[in-house]
């Protein structure tokens, strides 16, 4: 079954530092990958995609995640992080069709 | 402005009273789904709709039913609600690319 992993609930990192925020998954066959943020009281909003090419992704508000097939990770960074980074994070993985299967969110907060 | 409309955006009802979020998109997508959020389990999808007339359930689909009878809507059923379904719903449209646009949500209290 495919699944889709994100071990860590909360996040927290000083503005200014880089952050990771960690996905793993489970798919048979290639991975199509996504990342989505949702801000409070909105909706999940696309940040970025690995289909197929270079592992490293890069994405909207200076967001990149690099994918490892070996260790079937997709892992969500920025250099630098900003207060308004501050958010709800989900990684998703494609399942058949064009469905989506959700990890259940990390929640990143950046300090002042 | 691309965009995936949900109404109403909040609904209190009571148990057993029938209910329908509406979800409309302006993208012409093909593909349109109905996800629920409930805390510390993420988003799981309820229906999804691979064109006009064609629908599947997807992971939670108990208690819901959809249709699609034209391309840009896609509306939520809830025959006889009950209180686990107290959720916070998201209507989304799915672009070629696959990426997924979400509307603004509908919080909806069963009481």
């Known amino acids: 079954a495919q699944s889709v992993a994100q071990p860590e609930d909360q996040v927290n990192v000083a503005e200014g530092n880089p952050l990771t925020v960690k996905c793993t998954y489970s798919?048979?066959?290639?991975?199509?990958l996504f990342w989505y943020v949702q801000y409070p009281n909105r909706g999940l909003q696309f940040l970025l995609k690995?289909?197929?090419?270079?592992?490293l992704v890069k994405g909207s508000y200076g967001f990149e995640a690099e994918f490892n097939k070996s260790q079937t990770s997709f892992h969500l960074k920025k250099p630098s992080a900003l207060v308004s980074d501050s958010a709800l994070y989900f990684c998703?993985?494609?399942?058949?069709?064009?469905?989506?299967?959700f990890g259940k969110g990390t929640t990143l907060s950046v300090s002042s | 402005e691309a965009q995936v409309t949900q109404n109403p955006r909040y609904l209190i009802t009571v148990t057993g009273k029938k209910l329908t979020v509406t979800c409309s998109q302006n993208?012409?997508?093909?593909?349109m789904s109905w996800y629920r959020q409930d805390p510390g389990l993420g988003l799981r999808q309820i229906y999804y709709?691979?064109?006009?007339?064609?629908?599947d359930k997807g992971d939670v689909p108990e208690g819901y039913k959809v249709s699609r009878k034209e391309k840009r809507n896609f509306p939520l059923i809830l025959e006889s609600p009950s209180p686990n379904q107290t959720s916070l719903y998201f209507c989304?449209?799915?672009?070629?690319?696959?990426?997924?646009?979400f509307g603004p949500g509908t919080r909806l209290t069963v009481t």
């Open positions: 993208m012409n997508h093909e593909y």
């Open positions: 798919v048979s066959g290639n991975p199509y």
């Open positions: 690995y289909i197929t090419g270079d592992n």
């Open positions: 998703a993985v494609r399942q058949a069709g064009t469905a989506l299967i």
């Open positions: 709709s691979m064109n006009v007339e064609v629908t």
């Open positions: 989304a449209s799915s672009s070629p690319r696959y990426e997924q646009y």
